[in-house]
């Protein structure tokens, strides 16, 4: 899901699924295009809408202040808003990361880990906050298997015993200290307000969720299908306490505790 070259000025890619690209660096490429044929691109609409695909010429691309990529039309527009109110890519890969809590849960969350990319006029580095293994003994795991559309099969492994030591939260706060522009609570609030707001479940969730249901049967979205409306009062508490007290909250605090118990 890379973004086009010519947009590639700075890019931030969270868990391989957002890009968020800013266009400073990229007027001279933008600048060939001009007179060449339009371009294809999404338009991300309001919470909850479906992403449509419309026709943008190359001249009004080099007045976009960037260009956003991500799984679910909410996620994009979270990314786009905070663009859109002064943040840098990286402020807007983080926010559409938390926020993506509550739009893709079944494919990532509190729990998980990734990586990211971040692309600067000085610097180009990976940040590596992936999931790992925790030490002392664990249950045995549950092993299904899940079917795919066309028929494929993959088996999974599931319950405590597969559970690993989360890295996103962490990762995300230190992406964010580290390049962020905006406050660390104005990036974690959109997700906040998502799940508190509420979102409707699209094609692509509802198919997730029934192909997965052997894993998702005791969370939230279990068994919701296309236009179900989901509020997540507990994810936005959890998300609140984030934005307030940081990632330390989440590995040694109240969140800890919780999360152990």
């Given at each position: 899901?890379?973004?086009?070259?010519?947009?590639?000025?700075?890019?931030?890619?969270?868990?391989?699924?957002?890009?968020?690209?800013q266009?400073?660096?990229?007027r001279?490429q933008?600048?060939?295009?001009?007179?060449?044929?339009d371009?294809?691109?999404?338009?991300?609409g309001?919470?909850g809408s479906?992403?449509?695909?419309?026709?943008?010429?190359?001249?009004?691309l080099?007045?976009m202040?960037?260009?956003?990529?991500?799984?679910?039309?909410?996620?994009?527009?979270?990314?786009?808003?905070?663009?859109?109110r002064?943040?840098?890519?990286?402020?807007?890969?983080?926010?559409?990361?938390?926020?993506?809590?509550?739009?893709?849960?079944?494919l990532?969350?509190?729990?998980?880990?990734g990586?990211?990319?971040?692309?600067t006029?000085?610097?180009?580095?990976?940040?590596d906050?992936?999931v790992?293994v925790?030490s002392?003994?664990?249950?045995?795991?549950?092993e299904?298997?899940?079917?795919f559309?066309?028929?494929?099969?993959?088996?999974?492994r599931?319950?405590?015993g597969t559970?690993?030591?989360p890295?996103t939260?962490?990762?995300?706060?230190?992406?964010?200290r580290?390049?962020?522009?905006?406050?660390?609570?104005?990036?974690?609030?959109?997700?906040?307000?998502?799940?508190?707001?509420?979102?409707?479940?699209?094609?692509?969730?509802?198919?997730l969720?029934?192909i997965?249901?052997l894993v998702?049967h005791?969370?939230?979205?279990?068994?919701?299908?296309?236009g179900?409306?989901?509020?997540?009062?507990?994810?936005?508490?959890?998300?609140e306490?984030i934005?307030?007290?940081?990632a330390?909250d989440?590995y040694s605090?109240?969140?800890?505790?919780?999360?152990?118990?």
């Open positions: 899901r890379a973004a086009p070259a010519f947009l590639r000025g700075n890019a931030g890619v969270h868990q391989g699924k957002l890009d968020v690209v266009r400073r660096g990229a001279q933008v600048e060939r295009l001009e007179d060449e044929a371009v294809a691109v999404p338009d991300a309001e919470f479906e992403t449509t695909t419309s026709r943008v010429s190359a001249r009004r080099r007045r202040r960037g260009a956003v990529a991500a799984g679910h039309p909410v996620t994009a527009e979270v990314a786009a808003d905070v663009l859109r002064g943040g840098n890519a990286v402020d807007a890969c983080v926010a559409a990361g938390f926020a993506s809590w509550v739009t893709e849960s079944p990532t969350g509190p729990g998980g880990g990586f990211m990319l971040v692309h006029p000085r610097v180009t580095r990976l940040l906050f992936f790992t925790p002392g003994g664990r249950p045995a795991p549950e299904i298997t899940v079917t559309s066309g028929g494929q099969h993959q088996d999974f599931v319950g405590k559970c690993a030591v890295g939260t962490a990762g995300l706060e230190e992406v964010h580290t390049y962020g522009r905006l406050p660390w609570r104005d990036v974690v609030a959109p997700a906040v307000e998502v799940a508190r707001g509420g979102v409707d479940v699209n094609d692509g969730q509802a198919f969720h029934e997965l249901d998702l005791e969370t939230p979205v279990a068994g919701l299908g296309v179900s409306r989901f509020v997540w009062e507990d994810l936005a508490g959890t998300l306490r934005a307030e007290r940081g330390t989440f605090g109240e969140l800890a505790k919780r999360i152990s118990a």
